[in-house]
């Protein structure tokens, strides 16, 4: 397996370049909690902004730095720019069900102003949090005294101009909107429409739609709930908005299907527009056929021109003018074939891995097991299995591609496909829109890559 890819713009990708550790963020495994573990990773637009959310209902914003003359080797990290809690646990009183305070997803919006905006959600509600600096504070109020109180205004003989003074910089995470009471089921996605006025939020049976002005009611655009939950055969599992056509998105679910709808048609799109499903094939069919081939995520190619999907074992990508077959299918991990019921036993085999694509859509990326991820370069068919460990992060640090072996002899640079960790794994990872950086999370700590020359 070889490094290279040419990615247009980009540089030579798995060939000439070599991928380095830049960064590790977050504790040693020591003590570490269940609300520390990463659930969600994504760039902003310009990939100056990289934001985490977690389990414990915390969201982390890393901010790249300005390249320093003075350490050339610290080339533009991501530090701390600002955490919040964004989340907290609740209580639904009605159904006895506590609802967890973990982010399911985080998405960013386009930049307007000298403030960032992005959306979060957990289970049921959705938050619209505006992150903003403030360098400056106002002083020689008329109403207030210097310790904030107010004074009476009989006691007032003298108008002031307040003046604003400089502060140490400050920056602030407020929720402009929370969008709440509208899914009985968990949300699973969320996505920002092209333009910039709505977003969808989807959950196992309905997706809805948004205004992000209004908060106290959303449109029902989809909806798959039978009228006896007992005929219920396939429920939602990922949705996503078309990159450039505002009227156009697609769903996946855990039959294995993509639906993509086009909101002109109807109010609801109970009706789709076009339906992707590859025909199974008969040798390959088991008793886990159906759990594996749940799709856990899809994604639109930057260009609006493919789909990607991630299923258990493979990542397919989707030409939007051909239903009938995927036009590639890569094998993440097809070593496990021969694991699949232990990974039902332990439960592994429900595990719900992300995939992206690199900023001129020439690459993929996606998670494994025992901290390994993958890429897969589409013109070469090249893949690379990469490792994010401590172990190799010292600065600068070379990744060495690893490599699985099943049976048989085992040579030294291979590690045997019994002895993987699958507590271990790569659900979540994002890739900067315009440069070779990668962000992984592993558990509770978020890595990122460069290449050589980045």
């Keep these: 397996m070889l490094y290279g890819t040419m990615i247009p713009g980009l540089g030579n990708l798995m060939q000439d370049v070599l991928w380095c550790f830049s960064q590790v963020k977050g504790t040693l495994d020591v003590g570490v909690t269940e609300a520390d573990i990463i659930s969600t990773v994504e760039f902003n637009h310009t990939g100056e902004l990289l934001a985490t959310g977690d389990k414990g209902g915390r969201v982390v914003i890393f901010q790249r730095e300005q390249e320093s003359k003075n350490q050339p080797h610290r080339r533009g990290e991501y530090n701390v720019y600002s955490t919040f809690q964004s989340h907290e646990p609740e209580f639904d009183y009605l159904k006895s069900l506590e609802i967890e305070e973990k982010i399911n997803k985080i998405r960013w919006l386009p930049q307007q102003n000298a403030a960032y905006f992005l959306l979060s959600t957990n289970d049921k509600t959705v938050k619209l949090w505006k992150v903003s600096e403030r360098d400056k504070r106002p002083e020689g109020y008329n109403l207030k005294d210097e310790d904030g109180r107010l004074r009476d205004p009989s006691m007032i003989t003298s108008l002031r101009v307040p003046v604003l003074r400089p502060m140490d910089l400050m920056v602030e995470a407020t929720p402009r909107r929370v969008f709440a009471n509208a899914h009985t089921y968990h949300i699973n996605s969320i996505s920002v429409n092209s333009d ?42 990922a949705a996503e908005f078309h990159p450039h056509h505002c009227n156009t998105f697609v769903y996946s679910s855990s039959k294995g299907t ?27 069919r088991s008793f886990f056929s159906e759990i594996i081939s749940s799709i856990s995520d899809v994604k639109f190619s930057h260009s609006g021109r493919y789909i990607m999907t991630r299923d258990y074992l493979t990542v397919k990508v989707w030409d939007l003018n051909m239903e009938n077959r995927p036009i590639e299918t890569y094998q993440v991990h097809d070593y496990l074939r021969s694991k699949l019921c232990s990974l039902y036993e332990n439960d592994c085999i429900f595990d719900k891995f992300e995939c992206v694509w690199n900023g001129s859509d020439s690459v993929i990326m996606t998670g494994s097991y025992n901290n390994f991820f993958r890429m897969f370069d589409r013109s070469t068919k090249r893949d690379v299995t990469l490792e994010a460990s401590r172990e190799s992060s010292k600065p600068r640090a070379v990744l060495k591609p690893r490599r699985v072996c099943v049976g048989g002899k085992r040579r030294k640079d291979e590690i045997s496909v019994d002895s993987l960790d699958f507590s271990k794994k790569i659900l979540h990872t994002a890739w900067h829109p315009a440069e070779n950086i990668i962000a992984v999370a592993a558990t509770n700590n978020l890595y990122i890559f460069q290449d050589k020359v980045n």
Excluded: G
């Design 196 to 237: 910039y006025e709505t977003y969808m939020s989807a959950d196992d049976l309905r997706i809805n739609l948004w205004n992000f002005e209004i908060t106290n009611q959303s449109f029902n655009i989809v909806d798959i709930k039978p009228a006896n939950m007992e005929e219920l055969t396939e429920v939602i599992t």
């Design 258 to 284: 993509i639906r993509l709808c086009d909101m002109r048609t109807a109010a609801l799109c109970d009706r789709h527009a076009k339906f992707f499903e590859e025909p199974e094939d008969p040798s390959n």
